[in-house]
């Protein structure tokens, strides 16, 4: 019997870590290329030319580094700095103290809808469903865990409900965003706002 747990955890373990690495498939063609943004290092922004979105390549609750190296991507990453997940309100008022900030010589920062979170999935990828060069890792589980959008979605079982973006795996869900109840989630937040291109 012992011996038997011995192997099953042991397989849930190798399971997890090859479950905690970014996987991409070649022979899938890009959902959304590194080619496709323009970068501004110096702001830790990327603006997507396909929608004209301009993204924070960090979540809230992280800085932007690009490791004294501003002409290469692929050494970028994210520190963390503060509280990195939000219930849903907090969410929007984050945008808003950004916004006082003045975020990149900005005052239009918000917490994007479902769809626009959809627009930077990468489909080939997943662990996260993300180009790690335009949205360098964090280090943690920001980058594969779910994002709040600025999307309300009804009423739910436990209450009031707003959609989610699991970049995990590119999913979207609705959790409860009452902060008063014990099912109220809490997730990370990437600011996005519309560019003049």
């Known amino acids: 019997m012992n011996r038997l747990m011995l192997l099953i955890l042991v397989g849930w373990g190798t399971v ?10 070649s022979r899938i063609d890009a ?4 080619a496709r943004f323009d970068f501004d290092q110096g702001a830790g922004t990327a603006v997507d030319r396909q929608t004209g979105l301009m993204w924070q390549r960090c979540p809230l609750g992280y800085t932007f580094d690009d490791g004294a190296t501003p002409e290469t991507l692929a050494d970028d990453a994210c520190r963390a700095v503060g509280p990195s997940v939000f219930f849903w309100q907090e969410a929007l008022q984050a945008a808003e103290e ?6 990149g ?10 769809h626009e979170l959809a627009t930077i999935t990468e489909r080939r990828c997943h662990h996260p469903a993300l180009d790690l060069e ?6 943690d ?3 594969i865990s779910r994002y709040w959008s600025s999307t309300p979605a009804g009423f739910g079982f436990y209450g009031t409900t707003a959609w989610h973006w699991n970049f995990r795996q590119g999913t979207s ?4 965003i009452r902060p008063d109840t014990i099912f109220s989630q809490s997730h990370y937040v990437r600011l996005v706002r519309t560019s003049s291109l």
Request: a negative charge; one cysteine or more; glycine letters at 6%.
């Open 31 to 34: 959902s959304a290329p590194v």
């Open 173 to 176: 869900g609705k959790d409860t």
């Open 98 to 103: 950004h916004n006082n900030a003045g975020l």
């Open 16 to 25: 997890w870590a090859q479950d905690s690495t970014q996987s991409c498939n």
């Open 141 to 143: 589980f920001a980058l």
């Open 105 to 114: 010589g900005f005052e239009d920062w918000r917490v994007p809808n479902i």
């Open 134 to 139: 335009v949205f360098p890792d964090t280090s």
